[in-house]
């Protein structure tokens, strides 16, 4: 089966910048979309940004203009570029693809990783 696994997080001070990756791993033949999303305490998860297997972006309004993000077929692995952050972004972050096709032609739906803690102070 397929796991996602991120890395990246920490803590900076506002205004500062991090970047998030997640590897997808296993026998990975194609990945549609993939994507970040994040979940402040006492708040519910929220779509941070997504890409599709073609390049295609999404992003939040909150987000957009000072977070980028990428992704690396040939590494199966997706990037987020946080820039200029703020207090409000603090959060933990989790890695998502909605549907991937592995071994001999099978698909997994939904991912998600375990999350990357991301911590800004003011």
């Known amino acids: 089966q397929v796991q996602l696994v991120e890395s990246g997080g920490g803590l900076v001070q506002a205004g500062g910048s991090l970047r998030l990756s997640c590897a997808a791993s296993?026998?990975?033949?194609?990945?549609?979309?993939m994507g970040w999303y994040r979940q402040a305490p006492g708040k519910q998860r929220e779509l941070v940004a997504t890409?599709?297997?073609?390049?295609?972006?999404n992003y939040a309004d909150s987000v957009r203009g000072r977070f980028t993000i990428s992704r690396d077929n040939a590494k199966n692995t997706v990037y987020l570029q946080l820039n200029s952050l703020k207090p409000e972004d603090t959060a933990v972050y989790f890695c998502?693809?909605?549907?991937?096709?592995?071994?001999?032609?099978?698909?997994?739906?939904?991912?998600w990783g375990q999350g990357t803690q991301v911590t800004v102070s003011s």
């Open positions: 296993g026998s990975i033949l194609s990945i549609n979309s």
């Open positions: 998502n693809v909605d549907r991937v096709m592995y071994g001999l032609g099978r698909w997994q739906y939904n991912l």
């Open positions: 890409i599709t297997s073609g390049g295609i972006t």
